[in-house]
């Protein structure tokens, strides 16, 4: 079983700065693609960034040079710089990440979730 624990939400300012982790644990042999996803309150829950295997990143519209993604292979963690922040980044932030359990070439991959951080912006 793979379990993701994420920390670094919390209560913060306009304009300020929070920084979000995900750290996998459990039964890894590779980690695919990583996201981080965001549901605000009565709101469906959207893609904020990707990072896949490579290091090639994807951003939300919205939050495009405010938000930075980024990896740490060796820790399977990943991680969010959020600066510039604004009101509307208010959600709780989940992380996903699609991992492969098996070195054998045919085993496929599953993604998994962490349990929510929220993150709250005030004007």
């Known amino acids: 079983q793979v379990q993701l624990v994420e920390s670094g939400g919390g209560l913060v300012q306009a304009g300020g700065s929070l920084r979000l982790s995900c750290a996998a644990s459990g039964s890894i042999f590779s980690i695919n693609a990583m996201d981080w996803y965001r549901q605000a309150p009565g709101k469906q829950r959207e893609l904020v960034a990707t990072i896949t295997s490579s290091d090639s990143t994807n951003y939300e519209d919205s939050v495009k040079g405010r938000f930075t993604i980024s990896r740490d292979n060796a820790k399977n963690t990943v991680n969010l710089q959020m600066n510039s922040l604004k009101p509307e980044d208010t959600a709780v932030y989940y992380c996903?990440?699609?991992?492969?359990?098996?070195?054998?070439?045919?085993?496929?991959?599953?993604?998994?979730w962490g349990q929510g951080t929220q993150v709250t912006v005030s004007s």
């Open positions: 996903r990440m699609v991992v492969r359990i098996s070195p054998r070439i045919s085993s496929p991959m599953y993604q998994y």
